[in-house]
Nanobody
Framework: VQLQASGGGLAQTGGSLKLSCAAS??????VGWFRQAPGKEREGVSC????????DYADFVKGRFTISRDNARNTVYLQMNSLKPEDTAVYYC??????????????????????????WGQGTLVTVSS
């Protein structure tokens, strides 16, 4: 799949943005959102599975970000509210390389790591001003 993330931009602290990740056939896949701030490693933000819509969030976005999917549109969204300057990063979406419908390992039940995702799109820049 070729993923395309969009919706980034400039927001003020406390503001909101909604990111989209689209691709043909995406409704069959789990989709993860990740971010990479300057000088930092890429980190997982949220993931929604492809079968039951099971959702995971990183602790630092719980209560602020909401992931959802519209299977009719083959699109996954990330609604970001109460934005903070530390949310500034390039945001990417990706799908798991193995067991592509699942955000968690079927063997361990643990969330998949960044390295277990593939098909990274170009990303979309989110900048939150203080």
């Amino acid at each position: 799949v070729q993923l395309q993330a969009s919706g980034g931009g400039l927001a003020q602290t406390g503001g909101s943005l909604k990111l989209s990740c689209a691709a043909s056939g995406l409704n069959l896949y789990a989709v993860g959102w990740f971010r990479q701030a300057p000088g930092k490693e890429r980190e997982g933000v949220s993931c929604i599975s492809g079968l039951h819509g099971t959702i995971d969030y990183a602790d630092f976005v719980k209560g602020r970000f909401t992931i959802s999917r519209d299977n009719a549109r083959n699109t996954v969204y990330l609604q970001m509210n109460s934005l903070k300057p530390e949310d500034t990063a390039v945001y990417y979406c990706a799908v798991p390389r193995v067991s592509s419908w699942a955000c968690r390992s079927p063997v361990t039940g643990l969330p998949k790591s960044t390295a277990e995702f593939d098909s990274w799109g170009q990303g979309t820049l989110v900048t939150v001003s203080s």
